[in-house]
């Protein structure tokens, strides 16, 4: 991008030049690409060896190896070595790195759910020419795998409904289902001697979470499972991305945050029916629409429901923009999803519940 054509962009937002944002009529500052420096990320990220990897030692056999952006959990056992989740993207380094950590063959692979990004190496480790690998899942993530039939992750030969424990040598690991929230099958994945915690998709230390509330398939599973993560006696959390781990007080500045989140967005969608803010207004915004745009019902409704989600977006940055890294890029598309989730899971409906 052209400097001169940031510097317009960035103009434009701090005139609010109606607009900017397509043709709803609304502006916010989304997409300043402001620097994650001074915000929690900062502090993290662990640094890469020559070869694009890094991995951080907790203790008792636990390590996490990172290319920057995701995250493996290996645990070294007596009996061999546990992995959870291979990321095609670090492919190889997680081999070289066990390789490099211990001459103990891999014998478990663990999937924390079903997608691709995360699971999309396990090949690498369990495949036909090496049965000895015991490969686990949720039962939801193997029926996800099952009707994939994808090579790059082979169905699970074990799989649970509520809890599974692994007792592998020296070592056990605790697996449990909380429920429908990220995924259909994302597991808490919890090592009680190094006291290390992964559940993938869920928090992300120092940074707002990937885009629509992390992409969840089920908006009111995923806000509950910060409290069901908290319940655990852990000081280090794995979420599986970014290139550090986390702790406890890195999921407790998230849960805070969703809730601001959820508070912000369900005041916007209360108020956008009392007539008193008309930038959310709901009968302002619809005059306005189908003036131009007669009987488009679902451009009334797009423009509606995105000035909701912007005056979220706008009381939850006063907070956390600066703070959280990442705010300016995925907070919006925040807000979006929690409205959606606010009015369709949770009955807060503004101008839009029970008529007269
Ligand atoms: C962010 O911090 C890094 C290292 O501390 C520094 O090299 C970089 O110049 C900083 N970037 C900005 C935009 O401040
Ligand atoms: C958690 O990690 C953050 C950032 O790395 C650090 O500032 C904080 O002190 C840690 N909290 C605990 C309880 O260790
Ligand atoms: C288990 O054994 C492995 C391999 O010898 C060792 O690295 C690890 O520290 C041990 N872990 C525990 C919890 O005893
Ligand atoms: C150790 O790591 C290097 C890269 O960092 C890799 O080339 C080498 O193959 C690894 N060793 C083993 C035994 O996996
Ligand atoms: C199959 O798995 C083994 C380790 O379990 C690994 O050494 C081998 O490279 C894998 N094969 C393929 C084709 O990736
Ligand atoms: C959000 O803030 C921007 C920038 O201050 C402003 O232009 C916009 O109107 C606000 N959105 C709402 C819905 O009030
Ligand atoms: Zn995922």
Redesign the pocket.
């Known amino acids: 991008m052209k400097i001169d054509g940031f510097f317009t962009v960035l103009a434009g937002v701090l005139i609010g030049i109606p607009g900017t944002k397509g043709c709803t009529g609304f502006s916010s500052p989304h997409d300043l690409y402001l620097s994650v420096n001074g915000t929690l990320a900062a502090e993290n990220q662990i640094p890469l060896n020559a070869a694009g990897y890094g991995v951080s030692h907790f203790g008792h056999g636990a390590y996490m190896v990172t290319d920057g952006a995701y995250q493996t959990f290996v645990l070294v056992s007596t009996a061999g070595v546990i992995v959870v989740d291979a990321p095609p993207t670090t492919g190889h380094k997680i ?1 070289w790195a066990i390789g490099n950590l211990t001459s103990t ?2 014998r478990w692979f663990i999937y924390s759910h079903s997608h691709s990004d995360h699971a999309g190496g396990a ?5 036909q ?2 049965p000895k ?1 015991t490969t686990i899942a949720h039962e939801n993530t193997a029926s996800q795998l099952a009707a994939a039939t994808d090579p790059h992750r082979p169905v699970p030969k074990i799989t649970f409904k509520d809890r599974y424990k692994l007792s592998a040598g020296n070592q056990t690991l605790e697996l449990f289902f909380p429920g429908i929230g990220h995924d259909l099958g994302n597991i808490i994945i919890y090592a009680p001697k190094p006291k290390v915690l992964m559940m993938v998709d869920q928090v992300y230390a120092g940074w707002v979470p990937f885009w629509n509330l992390a992409a969840s398939v089920y908006v009111p599973g995923w806000i509950k499972a910060h409290d069901q993560i908290l319940a655990y006696d852990f000081d280090v959390y794995l979420g599986g991305h970014m290139g550090g781990p986390g702790n406890r007080t890195a999921v407790e500045v998230q849960r805070e945050y969703v809730h601001d989140l959820f508070d912000n967005c369900a005041e916007a969608l209360i108020l956008s029916g009392t007539g008193e803010n008309p930038n959310v207004d709901i009968a302002v915004i619809s005059k306005e629409v189908l003036t131009n745009n007669p009987y488009n019902i679902w451009a009334q409704f797009a423009a509606y429901l995105d000035a909701v989600a912007d005056l979220c977006y706008n009381a939850t940055s006063s907070k956390w923009l600066g703070k959280l890294a990442a705010q300016d890029i995925f907070g919006y598309s925040h807000a979006r999803t929690m409205v959606s989730s606010l009015r369709l899971d949770y009955d807060v409906l503004g101008p839009n519940d029970v008529q007269p």
């Open positions: 081999q063959p891999v090949y690498l480790f369990a495949n020419t090496n690998v």
